[in-house]
């Protein structure tokens, strides 16, 4: 098995350990096919995403301690759908992607030229 891949082919690091984000809830952001939602990119929350997030129905912001989810607030990273976050920036509303926490496989729907106009600044 080879080591997942960021976007610039490079070893995908760690998008975010506390809070524990994650399809495989291990910190990174890597899909696989029973990952419907294509959990794959690293997004820094703000309070416009986090509160577009809730409008569409997944509310990042409560928390489910019988999940062992602490809710997110603005400045922590987790691992979005892809499709949410392509819905989110064509509303106009703007999540910065940490890149090297990013999977490839998002290249199969944005550029990384794309990619790199919405990138947090240390990445």
């Given at each position: 098995?080879?080591?997942?891949?960021n976007?610039?082919g490079?070893?995908?690091?760690?998008?975010?350990h506390?809070?524990?984000?994650?399809?495989?809830?291990?910190?990174?952001?890597r899909?696989?096919?029973?990952?419907?939602?294509?959990?794959?990119?690293?997004?820094?929350?703000?309070?416009?995403?986090?509160?577009?997030s809730?409008?569409?129905?997944?509310?990042l912001i409560a928390?489910?301690?019988e999940?062992?989810?602490?809710?997110?607030?603005?400045?922590?990273r987790?691992?979005v759908?892809l499709?949410?976050w392509?819905?989110?920036?064509?509303?106009?509303?703007?999540g910065?992607?940490?890149?090297?926490?990013?999977?490839?496989s998002?290249?199969?729907?944005v550029?990384?030229?794309?990619?790199?106009?919405y990138?947090?600044?240390?990445?």
């Amino acid at each position: 098995m080879t080591a997942p891949l960021n976007v610039y082919g490079t070893p995908l690091e760690a998008c975010s350990h506390d809070p524990l984000t994650g399809f495989f809830r291990d910190g990174c952001c890597r899909t696989c096919k029973e990952d419907v939602g294509q959990h794959s990119i690293c997004v820094e929350m703000s309070e416009a995403f986090l509160l577009f997030s809730r409008a569409r129905g997944n509310d990042l912001i409560a928390p489910r301690l019988e999940l062992g989810f602490p809710g997110l607030l603005p400045g922590d990273r987790w691992c979005v759908c892809l499709p949410r976050w392509l819905e989110a920036r064509a509303e106009g509303v703007i999540g910065r992607v940490h890149l090297r926490a990013t999977d490839a496989s998002v290249l199969t729907e944005v550029s990384l030229e794309e990619l790199e106009r919405y990138a947090l600044a240390d990445t």
